[in-house]
């Protein structure tokens, strides 16, 4: 009966039509001029109609010709209206406005403060919070830093607290990066390139830079997609390049590569990139210059010796403890650290990924976290490696909780993003930003203007670092290094509170290489320094 009903529809709807099309036009020829463009603006909805009934595509205009089109205006419009009419100031995604409104307040300079007390339910299984003291102290007039670099490194760094997370020329515009830059340069913390080179624009003011280097060796690469070491030694000498990277894997797409379609292959981002112009830009999944943890670390060796020195370290979203611990027996194998490890966690964000990796890949930072930190300790390594953590820093809170987790420093990109302009309207992808942040359309780039945004930058970042240390100091403690799990509290069942020293399983320092406890010595007796992944059990 349905289809019968919406036969009959379809045929009044083109049956009044017409005959508004008949009366207009009898209007037009006894009446004035606007008869006449009254007349066209229904001859082509007839025509409209006439089109979507003999159209292939969309079953739902055949079936409601011209009405059919608003089901399109309303699904288009539908993110605006979710985010301007209908969330709430808590419960947006992936960021909330409270969390959107105190990034753009602090980068334009203005005390993000919030009157009339907090919206979150404070006793939701999940709800986290941090112990305050009775004997709170000062927090240092001087903002701390990490010190990047083991016992191999010749050129140590000093770290901010919060630095700009990876993100390449081609995601973002060059004025975006440009602003980034100038920002880093002037509140003296690092920004990180992204695995798609060095631009003229991580270098146009002077930022100190974290170079990442991914499976694509973008930017110090050989004809055949392997490692250039002669272009390689050549950038990490630059003076802007404090810090060198391996990406293993990303947070949103942890285990796959990425593709630029050869159409988005400008000549800026060819020389950028060491590729040839309009062809098909591909980063493979897995790395060319090594398959196992024993052959990685040797890779990381051989980066620093190219680097003259310079701290290295690699990226990755923690898929699972035994790759870890692997990793942690390659280093004790061969006498070879990196001098950091950046763990990216599975809430991090990127300009396109396949939902189902977004959603279902990858561990959480948190998770992430705890993993890296504990299996250090536990193989005695901890006091030569620092901890980056990145996926979803915005605010002073997430800064000291990821400490507490396990991390010394943090990394921010959508966050810092937010501080450049971006909007959240997830368009990343389409590079149609309406903002210019994340496209490579001049006229849309334009939008960005570099003197303005390289200080919100700076001034975000200041701001939040500042924020960190006075929670830090709120509880009681001088130097951060100083914070300890139970700092951390969890709500985990209606009324049950448990701080992080009761939620995970903490490891004493060198506790795996003497007798690991029976919540470690599982993933400890599958770790292989040869294999990545799950080893295969022995044959019985």
Request: glycine letters at 10%; a neutral charge; proline letters at 5%.
């Amino acid at each position: 009966m349905r289809w019968r009903e919406a036969g009959v529809a379809r045929f009044l709807l083109l049956a009044v039509l017409g005959v508004l099309v008949l009366l207009t036009l009898v209007a037009a020829v006894l009446g004035s001029a606007a008869w006449w463009v009254l007349l066209g603006v229904l001859v082509a909805l007839v025509a409209l109609g006439v089109w979507d009934l003999v159209q292939p595509r969309h079953s739902i205009l055949r079936n409601y010709p011209v009405l059919g089109h608003m089901r399109f205006l309303l699904e288009s419009i539908r993110p605006e209206i979710q985010q301007y009419f209908i969330e709430r100031n808590v419960d947006g995604r992936p960021f909330d406005r409270d969390t959107r409104s105190v990034i753009y307040e602090r980068a334009k300079g203005v005390h993000g403060e919030k009157a009339f007390g907090t919206e979150l339910d404070v006793n939701e299984v999940g709800y986290e919070y941090l112990v305050h003291s009775t004997a709170p102290v000062e927090p240092p007039a001087d903002p701390p830093t990490v010190t990047i670099g083991g016992p191999d490194c010749r050129q140590p760094y000093e770290m901010s607290l919060l630095n700009v997370s990876a993100m390449s020329f081609g995601a973002l515009s060059a004025n975006a990066l440009r602003a980034l830059n100038w920002g880093a340069k002037q509140g003296g913390f690092a920004h990180d390139t992204g695995e798609g080179g060095i631009s003229p624009y991580h270098l146009e003011h002077g930022g100190d830079l974290v170079w990442e280097i991914g499976s694509g060796y973008f930017g110090a690469r050989t004809k055949d997609g392997r490692l250039d070491q002669a272009q390689f030694a050549e950038k990490a000498a630059l003076p802007s390049v404090k810090c060198l990277s391996v990406k293993l894997s990303q947070g949103a797409k942890p285990g796959i590569g990425g593709v630029l379609p050869g159409e988005k292959v400008s000549q800026e981002i060819a020389d950028t990139r060491g590729v040839p112009v309009g062809e098909k830009c591909i980063s493979p999944a897995a790395h060319r210059e090594f398959s196992t943890p024993r052959e990685l670390v040797h890779f990381l060796a051989r980066m620093r010796e190219l680097g003259d020195g310079k701290p290295v370290g690699f990226k990755l979203c923690v898929s699972s403890r035994v790759e870890v611990l692997s990793l942690c027996k390659a280093m004790l194998a061969e006498s070879i650290t990196p001098d950091f490890i950046i763990v990216d966690g599975g809430e991090g964000g990127t300009g396109a990924a396949p939902l189902e990796f977004e959603n279902r890949m990858g561990s959480s930072l948190t998770e992430g976290l705890l993993t890296v930190h504990n299996a250090l300790v536990g193989t005695g390594l901890r006091d030569r490696i620092r901890i980056g953590a990145s996926g979803k820093v915005a605010t002073g809170a997430d800064i000291v909780r990821r400490m507490i987790q396990g991390a010394d420093y943090t990394n921010a990109a959508r966050a810092m993003m937010m501080a450049t302009g971006c909007i959240q309207s997830q368009r990343c992808h389409t590079n149609k930003c309406p903002v210019g942040v994340a496209t490579q359309d001049p006229r849309r780039a334009r939008a960005l203007d570099v003197d303005d945004k390289y200080q919100r930058v700076r001034r975000y970042q200041q701001a939040t670092v500042e924020e960190a240390l006075r929670m830090i100091a709120s509880m009681g403690v001088e130097d951060h290094a100083d914070l300890r799990p139970e700092m951390l509290r969890r709500v985990v069942a209606p009324m049950v509170v448990r701080s992080y020293a009761e939620l995970w399983d903490w490891t004493e320092p060198g506790e795996l290489l003497a007798e690991p406890s029976a919540a470690w010595a599982g993933d400890w007796s599958l770790a292989d320094p040869d294999h990545f992944g799950l080893a295969r059990r022995p044959a019985a």
